[in-house]
């Protein structure tokens, strides 16, 4: 999925001329920490944060004098991971869209990404989670869906994230559709692969709870 399809219309960016407690006052309509400012032409200039609004002594300066350097933005085609990683490596609430001439395609709460990505993992629906490591030598996918799929399940949503530097070792997450991994395990171990978790039914809601306590997080 591409970034774009994510944009929330109702979100309107900054302008140039709007006062320090003008953007406060938005920013806590919007119930976020950032926001786009954009100008008449349609120009993406940058993004101010709530911590740069509660900084400027005069509440009524303009905005555009907060804005600096590089405006932080993602073009339209680019997938939500890659987007996430973004909002994530500069701590944004709200990711800007816009073309590489920096014309502003719109913005993207990041609360509504996050919502996107755990539909896309399957974070919402019922199953259990294994966590495994494994030797890079050793990871191979095919082997890993055929020691489910041979015990009547499926998986749902699997993340690979390196354990060293040299990528020598893999954690490979794995949502599956059941809730009993029992036998999956067994199998799983049987063919060499280590499990190092397991998270069950009990643990699912306390993972779904957790997840819920995150969203109202960023709503604050």
Aim: charged fraction near 25%; proline fraction near 5%; glycine fraction near 4%.
């Amino acid at each position: 999925m591409r970034i774009v399809q994510l944009i929330q219309e109702g979100l309107q960016p900054l302008r140039p001329d709007d006062t320090v407690h003008r953007a406060r006052e938005q920013m806590a309509a919007l119930r976020v920490r950032h926001l786009p400012v954009v100008d008449e032409a349609g120009e993406l200039l940058g993004v101010v944060s709530d911590e740069q609004l509660h900084l400027a002594d005069d509440p009524n300066l303009p905005v555009t004098m907060l804005v600096r350097g590089t405006p932080v933005s993602v073009t339209p085609d680019l997938h939500v991971f890659d987007a996430a990683r973004v909002v994530l490596q500069h701590g944004l609430t709200v990711l800007p869209v816009a073309e590489s001439n920096h014309h502003y395609r719109g913005a993207v709460p990041a609360q509504h990404l996050l919502e996107q990505l755990i539909r896309m993992l399957s974070l919402h629906e019922p199953g259990a989670i294994l966590e495994l490591e494994i030797d890079a030598r050793d990871y191979a996918l095919s082997n890993l869906l055929y020691c489910v799929e041979q015990c009547d399940a499926r998986v749902r949503a699997l993340v690979v994230e390196p354990l060293d530097a040299s990528e020598s070792r893999f954690r490979v997450t794995l949502k599956l559709n059941v809730q009993d991994t029992a036998r999956i395990r067994h199998v799983l171990e049987h063919r060499g692969f280590h499990v190092a978790a397991a998270y069950n039914e009990e643990d699912d809601e306390e993972l779904r709870q957790r997840i819920e306590a995150f969203m109202r997080y960023l709503e604050v």
